[in-house]
């Protein structure tokens, strides 16, 4: 749908094509693609009861991690059901009105970038326990990780106010189909009939000031850490404190990995095939693997959720 106001067409409605390659497979990807949204649900859901009811990991860790694991699963709920529909053909399964569209833009950034400030929270959170351990209770208290974690989506908000602002001034006068699963920055600056160089500039800058800012804590955190186990005397004090920030950071590294690939570029459109199978890695595959990461790395995760679900404890209750 389109509206026409001085000679000029407004596009007021887009169309995501999503992955037009698969089409005779679409059924076997909708049931893939499903099928990892719904184990991301259930992993992340996990985490969070066990964290909640287990009074063993009633620790600032934890607390984080609950977070983490709320915040991906509306990660994935912003993109994917929306997504699905358009694999199997529902009417109008495709079509983002141009309102829903910035939404979900603005909420995937916003959301994507708390992620950013959370990992590196819990980066902070995990050289304090290392590296000064007798201050740990004073550095890292309940206040002060309610006041982190709150930050950490205040900030996470506030980023993506600009960057939507200037999308919004834009004017996309067709065509109107989106070549991605998701309404994403570059794709929709593809279809823009302005000039896109403050916007694109606007963009990049964000986006490097948030990696920047974020990936330096996240550096320095654990460039100590590392510096510390090296002067531990004992072996089995050195793994036994490098097993308790293994699984973050392996999260990390992928979060972090994908997103600087992605969002830290100069140009609109660049490879989008392959950018699109990048966006499924970070937007569905990552937080489908991050409970799994935590859960078989962490032997006290790993122990919560094996006294949660054991018919010992069913029998006992």
Not at 300 to 317: D, I, M, N, T, Y
């Amino acid at each position: 749908m389109q509206s026409y106001t001085q000679n000029r067409t407004q596009v007021t409605e887009f169309v995501m094509v999503g992955f037009p390659g698969v089409f005779e497979a679409r059924l076997l990807f909708f049931t893939l693609f499903l099928t990892m949204y719904l184990l991301t649900l259930v992993e992340n859901l996990a985490i969070i009861l066990v964290v909640c009811l287990d009074h063993q990991l009633q620790r600032p860790m934890y607390f984080f991690l609950t977070h983490l694991s709320c915040l991906e699963i509306w990660y994935t709920s912003v993109t994917v059901p929306k997504m699905l529909t358009g694999f199997i053909g529902v009417d109008g399964g495709k079509n983002i009105s141009y309102a829903g569209c910035l939404s979900q833009l603005f909420l995937f950034t916003f959301l994507g970038t708390t992620e950013c400030f959370l990992l590196a929270a819990m980066a902070y959170d995990r050289y304090v326990a290392i590296c000064m351990p007798l201050r740990y209770g004073a550095l890292v208290s309940w206040g002060t990780c309610v006041r982190l974690a709150a930050a950490c989506w205040l900030m996470g908000f506030l980023t993506p106010v600009l960057p939507i602002y200037l999308m919004s001034q834009l004017t996309f006068c067709g065509p109107n189909v989106i070549d991605h699963f998701f309404c994403d920055a570059a794709p929709l600056l593809a279809l823009s009939c302005s000039d896109v160089t403050l916007k694109e500039t606007a963009d990049i800058l964000v986006s490097l000031a948030v990696l920047l800012a974020s990936s330096t804590v996240i550096a320095v955190s654990y460039g100590n850490i590392v510096w510390m186990l090296l002067h531990m005397r004992s072996a089995t004090e050195r793994r036994k404190a490098f097993s308790t920030c293994a699984a973050h950071l392996t999260v990390v590294s992928l979060f972090y990995g994908t997103l600087f690939f992605m969002y830290v570029r100069t140009k609109v459109a660049s490879s989008i095939s392959f950018n699109k199978v990048v966006s499924v890695f970070y937007s569905i595959v990552t937080p489908m693997l991050n409970p799994l990461i935590y859960s078989l790395r962490n032997k006290e995760v790993k122990g919560a959720l094996g006294r949660a679900f054991s018919l010992k404890s069913w029998k006992r209750q």
